[in-house]
């Protein structure tokens, strides 16, 4: 079982898995995040799984993104609207690809 297939659970369902957990006391006061909290814990269950960017240099695009909001920022104080708008769809189809490489 991992944190995804709990999460899933309603809280009557996390609250009879809690009660089947030796030394897990007070779950029938807790809402869903903090029995969720308590259950990773007793059970030893990583809280979020991380998500390795497949294909692309992480680093290497995030630098790309800040080079190019310190130019976005240059443009807007030269009042130059095509250099801006330019530069702005350019971050957002960085971040979308680092979104996507993440899933």
């Excluded at 609250?15 to 007070?26: D, F, I, M, P, S």
């Excluded at 807790?30 to 680093?59: P, T």
């Amino acid at each position: 079982m991992d944190y995804h297939e709990l999460k899933k659970k309603s809280v009557a369902e996390l609250r009879e898995q809690a009660a089947k957990v030796e030394g897990l006391t007070g779950y029938t006061q807790m809402n869903k995040q903090h029995l969720l909290e308590a259950l990773c814990k007793h059970l030893g269950i990583a809280m979020h799984a991380h998500h390795a960017a497949s294909g692309i240099d992480k680093a290497a695009v995030k630098a790309r993104i800040q080079a190019l909001k310190a130019a976005r920022d240059q443009a807007l104080a030269a009042n130059d609207r095509t250099l801006f708008s330019r530069t702005l769809r350019k971050i957002h189809r960085l971040k979308r690809q680092l979104r996507r490489a993440a899933v």
